[in-house]
Each structure stands twice: as C-alpha cells, then as structure tokens.
C-alpha cells in the first residue's frame, strides 16, 4: 500500500536534547511537508520541501531543522532552542509535477512530549 | 501572509441532520481550497477540495461552496451519520505552477459530533 509512514508514534525528549522524527513515503511524491498541531488550533508549517537538496521555511521554523537527501525521506529534527516543543507532529506530501495546488496526503503523526 | 478564520468550533446535530462548517480566507490570490477530516489519534484525511474556478463540489453527501467575491468557502454535510464524528479543518492555498509545493493555511478546526 502506498502512504506515509511517521514514527515513532510516541516520543519523549529531555531538556536540552535534539530529537528527531522520521517521515517516509512510497508514493513518488516531490513536494514534502511537516506540520505542527497544537491543541484547538489549525496545522501550521514548519518546513517544506519541493525537491530533493532543497527546502524552506514555514510559518514556525525557529527551533527545527530538516534535511531531505533522498525524495522518499524528509526527518525533522526538534532542537534544544525550541522550547515548547509539546505538540502533534504532521508529515505530508504531494505531487507537483500535475501543476500547483495537488492534495496533500498526511501521515498519522507523532506525538512529542518534554519528560 | 493568508490567514483563514473557521466556525463554529464545536457542532453538534442529530443523525440525518444537515451539518454546515464556514471559513473565509483573506488573501484574494487563494485559490484551492481543501477540507480535511481528522480523527482522534490519526492524521487528516483529505474528503473534498475545490479551485477558484469552481463554485460548487458535490461527492456524494459532501458539498463545498465557494464565493471568491466574499472570500468564503463551506463545507456541507447531509444525512450526517455517527461516522461523521471528527474534527473538520479548511485550508486555503495560493499556488503558484508546476513544480511547485502547496502552501496550506489552516482554519482551527470543527469538532463535529453527530449523536443518536
């Protein structure tokens, strides 16, 4: 079955510690994307990819780092000047090679929390 | 930078009844808009969208209304079932050609509860 696959589902990270989250896709996809979800608000965006060795900054960058060397992969690394990394971690991805504007297919998401 | 307003936040209707969930969206060069369905635990799912050259979507019991003069969209639901409990979000996004990412802009969300 082609999707997304996120994990790990549950993660827990210590002050002062990188953590970093995995996003694999199987669906030939260009474009990748990672999500922040705070409780009662919308999704926000943290970072995007369009093609591989290439990305950019969302809305809420500050704190995050990726990386995308291979089109399958996209890892967001959750680092230690974020400091209120509690949240809903989404990864997503689209086709960009039928024009703009494809749908965008989420993965089910990994939870972080500060131990 | 697009912001996109959605209400109510909460909706509660009765089997078979009609649920209707508003958004606006405030930047006029928007011009997709995707609703998506989230249930607990898992990612959003998309279930319609519409371009800015449509005015209407229909699948099935879902419908998507756009008016780009008001810069609003909704989503319609008939003959709601337990099923559609979740929470739905809009989006609204300004994309730019081929070969290049969709940035989506987010409402807040509905939670959406069809009781017996």
């Known amino acids: 079955d082609g999707g997304i696959t996120q994990s790990p589902k549950y993660l827990f990270r210590k002050e002062g510690q990188n953590v970093t989250l995995s996003c694999e896709q199987n669906l030939n996809h260009d474009a990748m994307y990672w999500y922040r979800q705070d409780p009662g608000q919308g999704l926000r965006l943290i970072y995007y990819?369009?093609?591989?060795?290439?990305?950019q900054k969302g809305d809420i960058a500050e704190g995050y780092s990726v990386s995308r060397e291979k089109k399958e992969s996209f890892p967001l690394t959750v680092t230690s000047a974020q400091k209120n990394p509690t949240a809903f971690y989404l990864c997503?991805?689209?086709?960009?090679?039928?024009?703009?504007?494809?749908?965008?297919?989420f993965g089910d998401g990994t939870r972080l929390s500060i131990l | 930078g697009e912001n996109v307003e959605q209400h109510p936040s909460t909706l509660s209707v009765q089997e078979g009844d009609s649920a209707v969930i508003k958004c606006t969206y405030s930047?006029?060069?928007?011009?997709?808009f995707p609703w998506y369905k989230q249930e607990l635990g898992k990612g959003p799912q998309l279930i319609i969208d519409i371009r800015s050259n449509v005015g209407e979507k229909k699948d099935q019991r879902i419908a998507v209304t756009l008016n780009k003069t008001a810069k609003h969209f909704s989503l319609h639901i008939t003959e709601t079932q337990p099923e559609d409990s979740a929470v739905y979000f809009c989006?609204?996004?300004?994309?730019?050609?081929?070969?290049?990412?969709?940035?989506?802009?987010f409402g807040t969300g509905t939670r959406l509860q069809v009781t017996l």
């Open positions: 997503a991805s689209s086709t960009s090679h039928r024009g703009s504007n494809q749908p965008q297919h």
């Open positions: 989006a609204a996004s300004t994309g730019r050609g081929t070969g290049t990412a969709s940035k989506l802009t």
């Open positions: 930047d006029s060069a928007s011009n997709y």
């Open positions: 990819s369009q093609i591989v060795n290439d990305f």
